[in-house]
């Protein structure tokens, strides 16, 4: 139990703050599109990252030092036509969320490709996720616990935040907070792209 605990607190201490991914997983909510998908490509997506860290690969990615380059800048460029895209639709403006008419315009297969995208083009979820988790759950004879923890707080998180979103619809229903969120995401992307562009 004390090792699960260690990886369910490490795990939801990760993930929790303010990223791309959690982002998308926020809006998708708040719109009501294609939920349920999307916080299982993220769980499971985590889950696999996780398993990972926890069985070595870690080691792997620490001898490979052109591997995280190479996801480095594949990630900021994602991120940076992401961002421009968000910001784009927070100039425009326009959009509210109405309860007798939800939204649900998005194709599936372009929501799970972003969510995709934002998972693994990002480098920090190889650092934290596989690397930081993995070195951390050596320390704990029962690594699989540790491992189960940290998905299990992953797991919760995501399904949190996406079926959680819709308890701020109301806020949601003026085009001015869509407008704000899109400008916040917008500019949270841009950030993260940088300060991966200059290590």
Same mark, same amino acid.
């Given at each position: 139990?004390?090792?699960?605990? %260690?990886g369910?607190? =490490?795990g939801? #201490?990760?993930?929790?703050?303010?990223? $791309?991914?959690?982002?998308?997983?926020?809006?998708?909510?708040?719109?009501?599109?294609?939920? !349920?998908?999307?916080? !299982?490509? *993220?769980?499971?997506? &985590? %889950?696999?990252?996780?398993?990972?860290?926890v069985?070595?690969?870690?080691?792997?990615?620490?001898? !490979?030092?052109?591997?995280?380059?190479?996801?480095?800048?594949?990630?900021? /460029?994602?991120?940076?036509?992401?961002? +421009?895209?968000?910001?784009?639709?927070?100039?425009?403006?326009?959009?509210?969320?109405? $309860?007798?008419? $939800?939204? &649900?315009? /998005?194709? =599936?297969?372009?929501?799970? =490709?972003? *969510?995709? %995208?934002?998972?693994?083009?990002?480098?920090?979820?190889?650092? &934290?996720?596989?690397?930081?988790?993995?070195?951390? #759950?050596?320390?704990? &004879? #029962?690594? !699989?616990?540790?491992?189960? /923890?940290?998905?299990? +707080?992953?797991?919760?998180?995501?399904?949190?935040?996406?079926? /959680?979103?819709?308890? =701020?619809?109301?806020?949601?229903?003026?085009?001015?907070?869509?407008?704000?969120?899109?400008?916040?995401?917008?500019?949270?992307?841009?950030?993260? $792209?940088?300060?991966?562009?200059?290590?």
């Open positions: 139990m004390q090792a699960a605990a %260690a369910f607190a =490490l939801l #201490s990760l993930i929790v703050a303010i990223g $791309a991914q959690n982002a998308f997983v926020l809006r998708q909510g708040l719109r009501r599109e294609h939920v !349920l998908p999307v916080v !299982l490509v *993220c769980a499971l997506s &985590d %889950a696999v990252l996780i398993a990972a860290g069985a070595g690969f870690g080691l792997l990615a620490s001898r !490979l030092p052109e591997l995280e380059i190479v996801m480095r800048w594949l990630g900021a /460029g994602f991120l940076t036509w992401y961002g +421009a895209r968000t910001l784009r639709a927070a100039w425009r403006g326009g959009e509210a969320l109405r $309860a007798e008419q $939800a939204p &649900d315009n /998005g194709s =599936l297969r372009r929501a799970v =490709l972003t *969510c995709l %995208a934002l998972t693994w083009l990002n480098p920090h979820v190889y650092l &934290d996720t596989v690397m930081l988790l993995g070195a951390i #759950s050596a320390q704990y &004879d #029962s690594r !699989l616990h540790f491992g189960l /923890g940290a998905v299990t +707080a992953s797991v919760l998180f995501f399904f949190a935040l996406g079926f /959680g979103a819709r308890l =701020l619809a109301p806020v949601f229903a003026r085009p001015v907070a869509w407008r704000v969120l899109d400008l916040v995401i917008g500019l949270t992307m841009w950030l993260i $792209a940088a300060k991966l562009l200059l290590g």
